[in-house]
């Protein structure tokens, strides 16, 4: 009886100590998880800022200072060169392309386009102890209440093609703006959220707040042309919540962005995506920035946008916080910026690379891209490997030891061991694809880039050139010798053709580009 005693105690001493033993080792791998945040600019062009371009008119100190603290990707590329299929690839580390928008963009009353039970970046994160927001422009879809008497002959969402591409949303005389959505950010694995439905130039102008609506958008705006009051300053007409500001919009994200890394529970690691939605237009910067450069309202909006990342950057030291965050900067394509443009700034905001923001060619779809995490990844380092943005989730599952199953992430790979430092710049057996507004394929392998048509695919012209029955049926590049995209080697490396499209027809049909 009293060894059983005995035993007894021993074991009640001996379960807490375990306990303690395990709850301590759990909090030490919590705190050793770095914090993460992905900051999306929107329309942001490759020759915008100073540490891409020596020869840019819009001064970027803010960012100039985090790419000498950072890696800079000289070679990184949105997985599309329109917005929506950008947001869905980084989020989910999947090419739009294989969801039910195959081509184009969402509307403020598209219907949610990230599907059921799919995972998320933020899902993952989630499940492995991070609490997660997003602060900004969603563009991927929301599910509006219908009105019960529209609810039986609504047919779905209303598709039309459009300069952009598809457009997809719901006839927003259906929705019952009493109610709230039913599927948003909170359905995708974030914790919080404080977004704008789409862009800033598309109806409706209003927030929403962990799914909720800040304020009813029964007001209305009669919208803004494209050349009143100053180049850029566009915005559709539509609802509008009462006293919405659209010059505000960018300082309260920004707020928004600093409340969440102060209130985050500092016994876990938070995941911030912080998507901002300019410089795309409307092209509205404070008075405290206007005429601050010489690039009119382009250069003003994108000088604000390298002052609200400071601000971020700012919050991260003031908490001491910065030592320990993975932080991403980047843009989710091209930059609008016209030849027309061009010549009246001398402002080359793609950079030296050829077309624009929706098009197959290198300025649709080529991006700055740094990534800081002090004493992990070299600051001031440089790399030139050619890298996807749907690599985030699968970079963040690689970090943290996530295993990805094979129903998730497909197009996602890890640049870990490139961020580390482990694996230099060498020929690499992934290929990459981009997508343009209208539909073209760019297929890029090493130094090697072909697109599955003729023309930009996009904005620029010719945006689509029809091929006759002896013509040639696409493009290809060596981007090593011929950087500018003026040199069709298609029809006289037929065997590369051949290997490229082939690619492109196997990660079609396989479902997946990333091995499993």
């Known amino acids: 009886m009293m060894l059983r005693n005995v035993q007894k105690n021993y074991l009640l001493i001996l379960f807490p ?176 959220s404080y977004i704008l439905p789409a862009s800033l130039d598309m109806e409706p102008y209003c927030y929403l707040e962990n799914d909720q609506l800040e304020e009813i958008p029964n007001d209305y705006t009669l919208g803004n042309d494209l050349n009143t009051g100053y180049t850029g300053a566009f915005w559709r007409p539509g609802r509008m919540a009462p006293g919405f500001k659209f010059d505000q919009v960018l300082p309260r994200f920004t707020r928004k962005a600093e409340e969440f890394i102060k209130h985050s529970n500092r016994q876990n690691p938070f995941f911030l995506y912080l998507a901002f939605p300019s410089p795309h237009t409307p092209w509205v910067p404070t008075a405290a920035f206007q005429d601050k450069t010489e690039v009119g309202a382009y250069g003003d909006y994108t000088a604000m946008v390298d002052a609200m990342v400071g601000k971020v950057l700012h919050a991260l030291d003031s908490l001491q916080l910065s030592d320990n965050t993975l932080l991403f900067f980047t843009s989710d394509n091209g930059p609008f910026w016209t030849p027309e443009l061009i010549e009246k700034y001398n402002h080359r905001a793609a950079g030296s690379w050829r077309g624009m923001k929706a098009d197959a060619w290198e300025g649709g779809h080529r991006v700055p891209l740094m990534v800081r995490w002090p004493g992990k990844i070299a600051a001031g380092s440089r790399h030139g490997t050619p890298v996807s943005l749907t690599s985030f989730m699968a970079t963040c599952a690689d970090i943290l030891g996530i295993d990805l199953d094979d129903h998730s992430a497909e197009d996602s790979y890890s640049i870990w061991s ?19 507004s209208k539909n073209y394929f760019v297929v890029r392998k090493n130094n090697w880039k072909y697109i599955n048509g003729l023309g930009s695919g996009g904005f620029s012209e010719p945006s689509i050139i029809e091929p006759g029955a002896d013509d040639i049926k696409g493009q290809l590049y060596n981007l090593d010798t011929d950087p500018e995209e003026q040199h069709n080697l298609f029809s006289e490396m037929p065997e590369k053709v051949a290997e490229l499209s082939g690619i492109l027809e196997q990660y079609k049909s396989q479902g997946h580009s990333r091995i499993l």
């Open 17 to 192: 100590l375990i306990f303690l033993q395990c709850s301590s080792e759990t909090e030490k791998i919590d705190s050793e998880k770095p914090n993460i945040i992905f900051i999306l600019a929107d329309d942001l062009g490759y020759g915008d800022l100073g540490c891409y371009n020596q020869n840019s008119r819009i001064p970027t100190p803010y960012l100039d200072q985090l790419a000498a603290q950072s890696m800079r990707f000289t070679d990184a590329h949105a997985p599309a060169a329109v917005c929506t299929p950008t947001r869905y690839g980084i989020l989910t580390g999947r090419y739009c392309w294989r969801s039910r928008l195959p081509v184009g963009v969402l509307r403020g009353y598209g219907r949610a386009l990230i599907e059921e039970n799919r995972k998320t970046v933020a899902s993952m994160l989630k499940d492995h102890g991070y609490e997660t927001g997003v602060v900004g422009k969603w563009h991927l879809g929301l599910d509006w209440v219908i009105k019960p008497e529209y609810q039986d002959s609504l047919a779905g969402e209303n598709i039309q093609m459009n300069d952009v591409g598809m457009v997809t949303e719901v006839n927003p005389d259906f929705i019952d703006f009493s109610k709230n959505p039913t599927d948003g950010p909170l359905n995708h694995g974030f914790s919080y």
């Open 418 to 436: 490139l961020l580390n430092g482990s694996r230099a710049e060498s020929e690499s057996e992934q290929a990459i694809i981009q997508h343009s």
